[in-house]
Structures are given as structure tokens and as C-alpha cells.
């Protein structure tokens, strides 16, 4: 019997109480925990101040986080926003990693993949059981799961909605890490779903034509762009940072 759960599950494990809290966070790409007084942190505390600046009136808000290309910093990008925006007061900040064609947040904080967000779109895991407090107060995750067959036919879903819609409850900032959008339709169904869209633009990497594309592409299913997220630039540092 325990063989067949295991499968059913793609070989993961639920969450392990506490698994997450105990685990400190050790990469250096995480500046604004590892390095919050270098240019790096300031900066994510400045997309922060933008974000929030949108939200006056304080409601819970769901937003994705996405790119045009893979390896524009856009997971990195979403835990740094993530930590940033869980140092104001009162902050409660989910991580969901919606990326099931190659997720990465779990990795990011040095935790093993367990259950998540496909277990709980299936029906075979509770919201509750698929959220794992970090360490760091105020910045809570939900992993990807087991990588389905079928990826966009979940995300798509109306289970997905009511999922979000649940978890606006809960959160004040639900950040959405999604797959590229040139190449992934994940970004844009959930794009249409969330009250907005930041995407993460590598400077001196991605093609001006391809980000264009994709914010048209967002746009047109109906997505709010907020604006983007540009990194990998270097400036002037006297904190010894590299900026975003």
C-alpha cells in the first residue's frame, strides 16, 4: 500500500514538520537575508517599495513572477522579492512555485522536494499540508510536488483559481514563480489569474524583441504588467554589491 501512495506521488513525501523553519538559508544569491546591507538587498527593498507603492490599499495580492527566456534570475528574483517584502510589518509572503516542468525554489533554500502544489490541484494533499514555513519569520513556500504528465492542463484548471483564491486568503503577497514565457504557457494562464505580473529581464542577455513579445503575449490573455525586474546589472558599489 505504501508502494502505490509513493508512485502516486511521484516518489515525494509530505512536508516534514518544522523541516523548512529549521533550515537556515545559506545561498549567497539570497542577498537580501544573506548580505541585507549590500547594494543587492537595497535594491529588491526598492522593487518592494514599487510593489507595494501599487497596493494602497493593503488587500492580499497575487503576483507572478516570470521571464522571457530560462536563466534570467527569476527564481532568485522571486525569494529576494519575497524576503524584502517580509520585513515590512504585519507581512505574510508565500513563495508557490508553479514551475512543473523544472522547479527550483525548494533547491534555493537547500530543502528536499516534497509534496506540493500538484498534490493539491489532484486532491490528494490539503493547502495547509503543502505550506512550509521558512526560517525566515514571515516567508512561507509551497514546492511544486511531483511533475505531472500535463503541466498547463493543472494550471489551467479552475482547481488552480480557487486555489489561488484560497491562498489570497491567507497570504498578504502570493509570488508566483512560473516557467519562461516564450516557450511555456504556464505564465500566461496564470497571468490571467493573478492580480499582476513582474517579469525578469537579464541585462545584455535577452533579445529587446523577445521581451516585447512576451509582455504582448501576457498582455493579450490578459495579464497586468506591473513592469520588470532587471538583472544582472553591475554598478558602482560602495556596499561591495553587484545591483538588480
Request: hydrophobic share 40%; charged share 20%; with cysteine.
Amino acid at each position: 500500500m505504501a508502494t502505490d501512495a509513493k508512485k502516486k506521488t511521484g516518489g515525494l513525501l509530505p512536508a516534514e514538520p518544522d523541516e523548512a523553519r529549521n533550515t537556515p538559508i545559506r545561498r549567497e544569491e539570497l542577498a537580501v537575508h544573506r548580505k541585507p546591507r549590500g547594494q543587492i538587498a537595497e535594491q529588491f527593498r526598492s522593487l518592494r517599495n514599487s510593489v507595494h507603492a501599487m497596493n494602497p490599499d493593503g488587500a492580499s495580492h497575487t503576483l507572478v513572477m516570470t521571464s522571457a527566456l530560462r536563466g534570467e534570475g527569476k527564481s532568485v528574483a522571486t525569494l529576494n522579492l519575497a524576503l524584502a517584502l517580509a520585513e515590512l510589518p504585519g507581512m505574510e509572503v508565500l513563495v508557490l512555485d508553479c514551475d512543473l516542468h523544472g522547479p527550483s525554489i525548494e533547491a534555493y533554500l537547500g530543502l528536499p522536494r516534497r509534496q506540493g502544489l500538484t498534490e493539491v490541484l489532484g486532491g490528494t494533499l490539503p493547502i495547509g499540508a503543502a505550506i512550509r514555513q521558512t526560517s525566515v519569520q514571515g516567508v512561507s513556500i509551497m514546492g511544486a510536488g511531483a511533475l505531472p504528465r500535463n503541466p498547463s492542463e493543472l494550471i489551467g484548471s479552475e482547481r488552480m483559481r480557487t486555489v489561488l483564491n484560497a491562498l489570497r486568503q491567507r497570504f498578504t503577497y502570493v509570488l508566483i514563480d512560473t516557467p519562461q514565457a516564450m516557450t511555456i504557457s504556464d505564465a500566461s494562464l496564470l497571468g490571467a489569474m493573478a492580480d499582476g505580473i513582474l517579469v525578469v529581464v537579464r541585462l545584455g542577455e535577452t533579445p529587446r524583441h523577445y521581451v516585447e513579445q512576451t509582455i504582448n503575449a501576457l498582455e493579450g490573455l490578459g495579464g497586468n504588467i506591473l513592469g520588470t525586474c532587471l538583472t544582472g546589472a553591475a554598478e558602482e558599489d560602495t556596499a561591495r554589491g553587484s545591483g538588480y
